[in-house]
């Protein structure tokens, strides 16, 4: 952004968000390098503003509760490996949005997101801006050198292109992070997220059109294609999101281990199995889907799980 | 001595390849105290040969190394008479040679002179390279990549060249969305055939200064340098800045990263005196933004313009003269960001980029 660009974005982010938002939003920690941008390309307006829409969706479309946020540590590195699900990949900004509203101090969590939208103009700059770098081993370990929270979905675009009949059944479980996790020490917060299936439902998969676009795979749900870029808006399904406590594999196994297939597969389908778990646990406690109830002003993020409510 | 090594730079360079016992290089007179003794603790000054020394980075480097009393004597060498901006220094400091790398007898002689022998040289920092997009054809590429060869194999053949610094850029690196943000030395190079030539080129002139990594006796630094900015210093970067009106490319904005000159020459001057065996260093500025804050800090309008519109508005303003600019050969550059590595640098050079662009200084020394 320009300096004119950045005033305007202050000035709307102090029109637009409560006293404790902005207050955050001005000072999460932020590795300035003389010109505004991070290491990966973060600016704090260009964040700003994304949450100001994305907090927006979190409070009052999708009504986010969340519980164990104590789990994420408040400094140094750690991996979130949430499952993966609903066409879009909502589900990884509303975890981002979670943490950064309800971890004290807040902390942006630096999304590994797809490489095949790093072609795309505008998504391309919006992403890097916000904070999501795009995946590559590289990067990862570079985020994590610096002591970066990283957020990745270990299925990939596996875990989005699944059918609805298949929702909230893990696909397999990539195993470079445990690579990292444990040549690099880090702590992995396995974390559910219930709700991202439903918000687009993908009743098939058109995989030669998804060829033909070039694209990893083409949904039809119940409101796309036919209602055009419209019917590719999400549902206001409830999300209910948990963090679990940090898996500390490498106070087991040295780095070595990282080198030994076995052993990164196995504790690759561990982390899967834990997340699977919490997921069923989280969807056997969810009373309903949409929970009509939560909407409206009235009642900000729900009920029920002890969750921390929003600041008013 | 002024290098004084720390031990993490001595098991650096120990882990690098093993290395023969280095004494001194001969020093002033060929004493020929040549042998183990007084190996480590630094050795006696370096001497140095620069070879396109009439380039902008060569006219620093040799006046800069000329003045620096941790460095030997340094001889210049290009083709045709003496620059007049080479005429200040020190005559017992500093000698150029006319030599024309495109003529291997006189490359040949210039190993042979007996300044070359009588001063010691033992360093050779190869500048002598063509990089510009209009610059092409069968003179530039022999220049570039046979010169290249043809001077290592000088080098190699005389016995007395301990070092060889080779000056690359990063415009050797391949890009691609799937690159990440930074790129180590292992990176993928650009092996696209529809490169530009000078680029093809650069990554030959590498692949031969590598083929020599493992040679006994002859270390081959390959120094990356990130975009230079400066007065005279050519350069995409340099051109693209020195628009009054810059255009980017629509939707993208990548982070990029500006070296100064004096950050340059510590780097090359690092490379000399620093006991690093063989190896590619990247050397990045102090300065990282995006184009767009770049061309604001230098007091430029930036225009966003879709990819193909952009093309033709680049060539249009080139055909007139407004820039000097390629934007065919920088596309991919303008999209995706590609940032160095300096892990290698910092840990076994001990560089450290110390000196930010001063935008008004460079649009004031422009004109």
């Known amino acids: ?312 | 001595m002024a290098t004084s090594r720390t031990p993490r730079e001595t098991a650096a360079a120990g882990t690098t390849r093993p290395r023969t016992a280095r004494g001194g290089s001969g020093g002033r007179g060929t004493d020929g105290q040549r042998g183990t003794g007084g190996a480590h603790r630094g050795h006696p000054k370096r001497n140095v040969l620069i070879t396109g020394v009439s380039s902008t980075v060569g006219r620093h480097l040799a006046m800069h190394l000329a003045a620096d009393p941790r460095v030997g004597f340094v001889l210049g060498t290009a083709p045709g008479p003496r620059p007049r901006f080479l005429a200040p220094l020190d005559p017992a400091r500093f000698l150029y040679i006319p030599t024309d790398i495109l003529r291997p007898r006189q490359v040949r002689d210039l190993f042979h002179r007996p300044e070359f022998t009588e001063h010691g040289i033992d360093t050779v920092v190869h500048l002598a390279f063509v990089s510009h997009p209009n610059l092409r054809g069968r003179k530039v590429h022999r220049l570039n990549v046979e010169g290249t060869k043809g001077l290592l194999d000088r080098c190699m053949e005389s016995g007395r060249v301990r070092k060889f610094v080779f000056k690359s850029s990063d415009a050797v690196y391949k890009l691609d969305p799937t690159t990440p943000v930074y790129l180590d030395e292992n990176a993928d190079l650009n092996h696209d055939p529809l490169a530009d030539q000078w680029i093809q080129d650069r990554v030959a002139a590498e692949m031969i200064c590598r083929s020599r990594m493992d040679s006994q006796g002859m270390d081959v630094v390959i120094l990356r340098f990130a975009s230079i900015v400066g007065r005279n210093v050519g350069g995409q970067m340099n051109a693209y800045f020195d628009g009054r009106v810059v255009f980017r490319a629509l939707g993208y904005d990548p982070l990029l990263n500006l070296v100064h000159m004096k950050d340059v020459i510590e780097a090359i001057r690092l490379a000399i005196v620093t006991d690093t065996g063989s190896g590619i260093f990247n050397i990045a500025g102090a300065d990282t933004a995006t184009v767009s804050t770049f061309a604001e800090m230098n007091g430029r309008r930036c225009i966003a313009l879709p990819d193909p519109l952009l093309e033709f508005v680049n060539r249009a303003m080139r055909r007139v003269g407004l820039t000097d600019y390629y934007y065919s050969v920088d596309r991919d550059r303008m999209r995706y960001t590609c940032l160095l590595d300096t892990t290698r640098a910092r840990e076994i050079l001990g560089y450290q980029p110390t000196r930010t662009i001063e935008f008004a200084e460079y649009r004031g020394l422009e004109g």
């Open chain 1, 1 to 312: 952004m320009t300096q004119e660009g950045r005033r305007i974005a202050w000035k709307l982010a102090e029109r637009l968000l409560s006293t404790d938002d902005l207050r955050d939003v001005r000072s999460f920690a932020f590795q300035d390098m003389g010109y505004g941008y991070d290491p990966f390309g973060m600016e704090r307006e260009s964040a700003a503003l994304t949450y100001v829409v994305f907090a927006f969706l979190h409070r009052h479309w999708f009504r986010v509760e969340s519980r164990g946020i104590h789990n994420v540590p408040i400094e140094g590195p750690a991996l979130l490996t949430p499952n993966h699900g609903g066409v879009l990949p909502i589900d990884g900004s509303m975890l981002a949005i979670d943490v950064f509203k309800r971890l004290d101090p807040p902390r942006v969590v630096r999304y590994i997101v797809d490489n095949f939208a790093a072609g795309f103009p505008f998504i391309n700059t919006f992403l890097v801006r916000a904070g999501q770098v795009f995946g590559d081993r590289k990067n990862v370990e570079d985020l994590v050198r610096h002591g970066e929270l990283v957020g990745l979905f270990p299925e990939g675009a596996k875990g989005t292109g699944k059918l609805f009949r298949e929702r909230y059944r893990l696909r397999r479980f990539n195993v470079g992070f445990i690579e990292i996790a444990l040549r690099q020490r880090v702590p992995i917060v396995p974390v559910s997220i219930v709700g991202s299936e439903e918000q687009a439902p993908m009743l098939a998969n058109l995989a030669p059109l998804a060829r033909l676009f070039g694209v990893p795979y083409f949904p039809v749900t119940p409101t796309f294609p036919h209602l055009g870029p419209l019917g590719l808006l999400p549902l206001p399904a409830k999300y209910h999101i948990t963090y679990e406590t940090p898996l500390r594999f490498y106070e087991e196994y040295p780095p070595a281990a990282a080198d030994d297939p076995v052993i990164v597969r196995m504790l690759a389908d561990k982390v899967q199995v834990r997340v699977q778990e919490m997921l069923d646990e989280a969807r056997a406690q969810r009373e309903s889907v949409f929970d009509v109830g939560s909407f409206g002003p009235g009642s900000p993020g729900g009920n029920g799980h002890g969750n921390l409510t929003h600041p008013a």
